[in-house]
């Protein structure tokens, strides 16, 4: 019973998180944060975060209805449910016990690298019903996005209490 009442705890903690996220990046992050056309994207620094501690099924579904609530905001749906639902279940290959001290460094640099690999998959697609070339997406969108969205990690992970990071990740 102690099993179910933790992962009915956990389930109301993603969807907190991702209501809270959802609300965060667009009544706070893009009318204040935003340089330009350059955002850090709180869904993916969630979902990054989520599939890093808690493991790749987890990273994955928060990812995929992180994704599809960003869907409904565009005419192109299920391009993000996929590419978050993606970057949700490889952030949990990222998680390690031996980056632990470290953590507040590395977990940054996962955040970009894979908001580059979220940027991929998206331009990917989106860019075969538009006149630009992937390239030009990468370096003009994604590359400033990711770089923000780590830099954004990295200051959310120094204003949290050392013993609230002072955890293992979910998967080993």
């Known amino acids: 019973m102690g099993i179910v009442i933790r992962k009915r705890w956990k389930l109301l ?47 994955s579904f928060f990812g995929f209805f992180s994704g599809l609530m960003q869907d409904v905001i565009i005419d192109f749906y299920g391009l993000y449910a996929l590419s978050k639902t993606l970057a949700g279940y490889t952030a949990s290959y990222t998680a390690s016990r031996h980056v632990l001290l470290i953590e507040r460094i590395y977990l940054p640099v996962v955040v970009a690298a894979l908001a580059m690999f979220h940027d991929g998959i998206y331009y990917g697609i989106y860019v075969l019903g538009v006149p630009m070339s992937w390239r030009t997406m990468m370096v003009t969108y994604a590359l400033p996005n990711a770089i923000y969205s780590g830099i954004i990690m990295f200051l959310l992970l120094m204003l949290i209490p050392k013993r609230l990071l002072a955890h293992m990740p979910a998967s080993e």
């Open 13 to 59: 903690w993603f969807a907190g998180a991702l209501g809270a996220g959802y609300f965060i990046q667009y009544n706070f992050v893009l009318p204040f944060l935003s340089i330009g056309h350059w955002l850090p994207d709180c869904q993916l620094i969630l979902t990054v975060y989520i599939g890093y501690r808690y493991g790749a099924v987890a990273g």
